[in-house]
């Protein structure tokens, strides 16, 4: 008894430690970061003046994995600038991992790297905004007969508080992507409505059961199906957001997608998920069809589910009955060029390079649609040749690409985890679409109102 | 994920006892092992004690540095995302805890029952999965947890009914799942220090239960157990800081499954939240201060339920 009692005693001081030193764990960033200071020194230089100086020297960009390419090619074209590549996950799916950054290097005063490639399209809206001021405007840093060969839905969508701040890297149109062989095989008609596009997926339930005509179990779903039918849940007009999941645009869709979740045809899977690709992928893909962006022709199709050569092809956006046609986006990811960089007319030169005029064919070739129209036009013209696609895919990108509805403004909250977290775990629990909208607006209402908007129904 | 950290303890109790000798008044006795603390004095003021105080400070004051009082507090606590936090890690720890005292102990009594070798390889191989480091064991427990790929997906499909890795966490078996994935991770560690703490027990006790007639459940349950009650405790303590202070096991399931748990689940994360998302550091200051208060009640409820530090000799 004595020994033990003694050593409990002597653990006492150590137990002290331990408690203090692990709950304070997370204050301990906290006070080492933030020993110099608050805010901001604000490094920006005048824009013009700086990016018509000489191209050269170091720089720093961050990029996603499928962006490395970009990178380690323009390094090998211009040997004069000391180009210091850093990998990071995209900040994708709502991760913090730039505003963690931003707000560290805000709070140690440098460390900033000269470019980021964000693969979540909303991230200019924070980055140019109070307390990050990460963004430096591109309208000063770029020609204006340039920046107008974007489309104007992703200049706006780059544009905040009437400045333009981001130069998107590619477009993610929604398309109807099908597959030609098993759409021939059974006897289908492509549909272009959604109507006829939900008759398929109760006919296909019951003649081939196992077959899918699409997924909603991706964190961007709503991205795919409420914003191509203009379900009004992200209207920004000054910090005001409009929400309104009780808009009969969303409930009417949720209505005809309730009875394909039940039946199968519409599994509440993500497409990039290990159980999807087993179930649904390889040569004999089980996907008939998948209203999907404009990469999932590349990153999808080819390189996750293995799909066989000669089988995938694209359809135009699907339509509300006789309704004008409008389809959503997921993707468009931006550059963005620090305020802070002490290059600013190599970092332009890099975005340009990488968003004007690189486009390799072969292993390295965009996966996306380039949002560059000029580099758009070469790269449709290569896909149109591609044996992989059963038919050409490059007239149903090309026309979707000017019709994504401009009624879902882009926000400084992640959407996307809120509705994986709210929606995607209620259906995979067996709820209805229609039962789980309300709470989606509530949730997005809480994290709108968190971020500091007024949320208005 | 700090349970590894306790190892030094014994062998700093030695050193101090064979110094004491007889035993003094209480008021000597501390200064002479401050030179066994002494090198870990500067780490603990370093990343101990002056960040509390600085979480201190800023949980007080606003961004600007002026005092507010409890504001930040009432702000934190008003958050809709403050109490769903809160229950989750009541929840996790509750299962936790209780699942890493009963078990824990119950291995350890059994394992200290056995024949030397038998005891060591068991010892050994409860230890192995915590040799893991802490988020490197958690992404293992993410194969785990996804059927299509599970080496235990027989046990998913038949026991839990789960057939996708989206059902394996589905929101109301997440406390049970990481309390599954911690408990695996820190429990070994602990069948190791209780191990020890039984061998302190004198092998004449145990002898004289014998001899009066006891057998081996009576000796583990009547003999072992309450002369090990103070190690539980420390235990319990210790485990308890850490299981309210969850951060990494969520964090990563977020990740992996591309925001299906909020990455709010807990309140250490709704603290980072906080702190990275809104620059509001003030706020996630006031929440690590509500973290460090509940640890700090919950050791003292235990330390006077238990008697941990009560001298019985």
């Known amino acids: 008894m004595t020994r033990i009692a ?52 170091s720089l720093t960009v961050w990029v996603d994995s499928v962006r490395l390419p970009v990178a380690q090619a323009y390094a090998k074209a211009h040997p004069n600038v000391k180009l210091h590549i850093v990998t990071f996950d995209g900040d994708a799916n709502g991760a913090t991992t730039l505003q963690t950054k931003i707000q560290l290097w805000n709070r140690t005063g440098n460390g900033w790297p000269d470019i980021i490639f964000s693969e979540q399209v909303q991230d200019p809206v924070w980055m140019a905004q109070k307390p990050f001021d990460y963004a430096e405007p591109v309208t000063s840093l770029f020609p204006a007969s340039m920046l107008s060969q974007w489309p104007a839905p992703s200049t706006a969508q780059c544009t905040v508080n009437g ?51 699409g997924s909603i179990g991706d964190s961007f779903s709503h991205w795919i199906y409420l914003w191509g039918n203009q379900c009004p849940l992200q209207q920004v007009q000054g910090t005001t957001v409009t929400i309104n999941p009780t808009d009969s645009h969303c409930t009417e869709m949720a209505s005809l997608l309730d009875p394909l979740i039940k039946n199968g045809s519409l599994p509440p899977l993500s497409v990039f998920s290990p159980d999807f690709a087993k179930k649904y992928g390889g040569p004999n893909s089980k996907v008939l069809m998948m209203p999907g962006p404009s990469w999932y022709g590349h990153d999808l199709f080819l390189s996750t589910l293995k799909t066989a050569p000669g089988q995938i092809a694209a ?15 997921v993707g468009g990811g931006p550059w963005i060029i620090s305020r802070h960089s002490k290059n600013l007319a190599t970092a332009a030169d890099f975005v340009k390079w990488a968003t004007t005029v690189f486009n390799p064919t072969g292993a390295n070739a965009r996966p996306g649609y380039p949002a560059y129209a000029p580099l758009a036009a070469v790269w449709v013209s290569r896909l149109a040749a591609n044996p992989f696609f059963a038919a050409d895919p490059s007239p149903a990108l090309k026309a979707a690409a000017s019709e994504i509805w401009k009624g879902w403004n882009l926000v400084t909250y992640p959407d996307q985890p809120v509705w994986a977290n709210t929606v995607v775990t209620g259906l995979v629990a067996g709820k209805s679409l229609s039962s789980l909208l309300q709470p989606f607006g509530t949730a997005l209402g809480q994290a709108a109102q968190a971020a500091g908007y007024q949320v208005s129904q | ?69 409890f504001h930040n507090f009432i ?33 350890t009594l059994l394992l200290h029952g056995r024949a030397n070798r038998v005891s060591t390889a068991f010892r050994f191989l409860f230890y192995l999965p915590g040799a893991l480091a802490g988020a490197a064991s958690v992404l293992v427990w993410l194969f ?79 003999l072992k157990l309450p002369l090990i009650r103070k190690w539980i405790a420390y235990m319990a303590i210790l485990s308890f800081a850490t299981g309210t202070q969850l951060f990494v096991e969520p964090q990563l399931v977020d990740q992996a499954s591309l925001g ?23 706020a996630a200051a006031a929440i690590a201060v509500d973290l460090l208060v509940i640890g700090v009640v919950a050791a003292v409820l235990i330390v006077t339920r238990t008697g941990l530090f009560r001298r019985e000799d």
Request: hydrophobic share 45%.
């Open chain 1, 6 to 57: 003694s050593v409990a005693r002597a653990r006492r001081q150590l137990r002290h430690f331990l408690v203090t030193a692990g709950t304070v764990a997370l204050v301990a960033t906290a006070a080492a970061c933030s020993s110099s200071g608050s805010s901001a020194p604000g490094t920006n230089q005048t824009g013009s003046a700086a990016a018509t100086g000489t191209v050269g020297g």
């Open chain 2, 144 to 222: 785990m947890l996804d059927p299509a790929v599970s080496p235990a997906s027989f046990l998913m499909h038949h026991l839990f009914g789960v057939q996708l890795f989206v059902q394996a966490i589905a929101p109301g078996k997440l406390p049970g799942v990481f309390a599954m994935i911690a408990f695996w991770t820190g429990a070994g560690g602990w069948i190791v220090v209780m191990y020890g703490a039984l061998n302190t027990i004198p092998p004449d006790l145990e002898e004289a239960a014998r001899i009066d007639g006891a057998g081996p459940v009576t000796i583990a349950l009547r």
């Open chain 1, 315 to 329: 359809s135009m956006p699907l339509q509300w009955n006789s309704d004008p046609v409008t389809t959503g986006q």
């Open chain 2, 260 to 282: 299906m748990v909020p990455d709010t689940w807990s309140s250490n994360q709704l603290a980072y939240q906080f702190a990275f998302r809104y620059a509001d550091f003030n």
């Open chain 2, 1 to 69: 994920m700090s349970s590894t950290a306790v190892t030094p303890a014994p062998a700093a109790a030695t050193r101090q006892r064979g110094r004491r000798g007889g035993g003094g008044p209480r008021k000597i006795r501390l200064p002479r092992g401050l030179p066994f603390i002494v090198p870990y004095l500067p780490f603990l003021i370093a990343f101990g004690v002056a960040p509390m105080l600085y979480a201190l400070d800023l949980a007080f004051t606003s961004s600007g540095g002026g005092w507010v009082g």
């Open chain 1, 163 to 213: 400045t333009q701040v981001c130069v998107q890297d590619n477009l993610a149109q929604v398309v109807l992507w099908y597959n030609k062989k098993l759409m021939d095989q059974f006897g289908y008609q492509v549909p272009t409505t959604w109507q006829q596009w939900a008759a398929i997926g109760q006919k296909v339930a019951t003649e081939h059961p196992g077959y899918v005509v």
């Open chain 2, 75 to 107: 702000r934190t606590f008003d958050d809709y995302r403050f109490r769903p936090a809160f229950e989750h890690i009541l929840w996790y720890t509750g299962i936790w805890l209780g699942s890493l005292i009963v078990l824990v102990v119950g291995l």
